[in-house]
């Protein structure tokens, strides 16, 4: 039995779908420079632009449609044209305008929590972006706080707790990321919970199993009523 | 005589200088395209791009580089260079290098306030970027929060001080746009200050006087001393 007081919900891929439009839009993007390399090869080219520019960028769709012109830029060795840049830019675009779509059974688990619970939702990202995909979900009113991270590491945790004034032994995260959800939680005292989602950013990835008393994995998000 | 409970600040052009590195990066651009238009000319394009783009990219860096290739694109009917696209991003990832550049006697005035306010740092832009520039400003234990907006409007700072548990009437906005800093805040109740800085990005200005109760215009941020 997990005790917290505090639940935080990462968003993205915990409350609502959104590496499969990311998939999409890289799909979209290998399309455009099928002459020059293969699909696997761009996605890695992709990623190393964005891990390299993330202490600059940050997360979240801006970041990664500039990281994108960039893998453009390198894979034509700089013999873009400017319709495959607007192209680009349009794909990014896109990204920004999709619909919110929930993962199954979220609202009903946060209508039972509510009240119980103080709910926050932890999430990275572009701020005007979280904040839109927050209002479009609908779930706005279940939580007392919205914290948009620049990162998830457990100094970022630890200034958030600090912050909001809420011991790590009362804050339970839940989330589809092990190494931003989970580990840098339990590692400064808190309860970390683990939705695996179907698919994963490489960058999210990590390679190890978790053990720890304070963690837990559940398959979906309706069995965390379960464990509290 | 001004009686806040709770004063937060801008940042950019309040705490530290930062339109001046836009206005340089804006003629670092100009300058690319000297042959297509006038300064002038490419300047408000920016501008329009940056505004069209505010409801999908927000503030800050990214959105700002983001619309200068567009408007890159533009300008030059989509026959734009790789080699002039690298530079384009280069610009932007300058901005994001700046160093932070204090103004006047803000830290005296600080250290004067501390202990007696809860102080607040209210700032759009860049989340990743904000963060950045308060650690290097060594700012950043003189505050109790530091809220990243992704508007200034009166929805958003009523938003903001719900969530913080902040009477209006108690909570004073210090800042350099009449527009972001002071008008929202007086319209819900709260105290605006107003100091202007040298230099305003054009979307900021706003061409009418203010006259309020709460409203108080000052030359310098020590002057803020003198009306609490």
């Known amino acids: 039995m997990m005790k917290p007081k505090i639940i935080a919900f990462d968003a ?89 779509e929930l993962l199954p059974n979220v609202e009903a688990v946060l209508q039972e929590l509510k009240g119980k619970y103080r709910l926050i939702v932890a ?34 945790y630890s200034k958030m707790l600090g912050r909001l004034d809420i011991p790590p032994s009362d804050f339970m995260m839940i989330g589809n990321s092990l190494k931003s959800d989970v580990l840098p939680v339990l590692n400064i005292g808190g309860w970390g919970v683990h939705i695996p989602y179907h698919t994963t950013w490489a960058y999210e990835r990590i390679d190890f199993e978790i053990e720890h008393e304070n963690f837990k994995a559940v398959a979906t998000i309706k069995e965390v009523l379960n464990i509290l």
Chains 1, 2 share one sequence.
Not at 42 to 58: E, F, S, T
Not at 134 to 156: A, C, N, R
């Open 123 to 156: 999430t990275k990202g572009d701020l005007k972006d979280q904040h839109r995909k927050l209002h479009d979900s609908g779930l706005g009113h279940y939580f007392h706080h919205i914290e948009v991270m620049s990162d998830k590491t457990e100094v970022d």
């Open 12 to 100: 993205d891929d915990t409350l609502w779908h959104n590496e499969p439009y990311f998939d999409e839009a890289q799909e979209k993007f290998c399309a455009l420079f099928d002459n020059y390399a293969s699909h696997q090869v761009i996605l890695q080219m992709i990623l190393n632009h964005q891990v390299k520019n993330l202490p600059l960028y940050g997360f979240g769709i801006k970041a990664f449609t500039l990281s994108m012109v960039e893998t453009a830029l390198e894979l034509t060795q700089n013999q873009i044209s400017g319709n495959a840049i607007e192209k680009i830019l349009k794909i990014g675009k896109e990204l920004l305008e999709k619909p919110v």
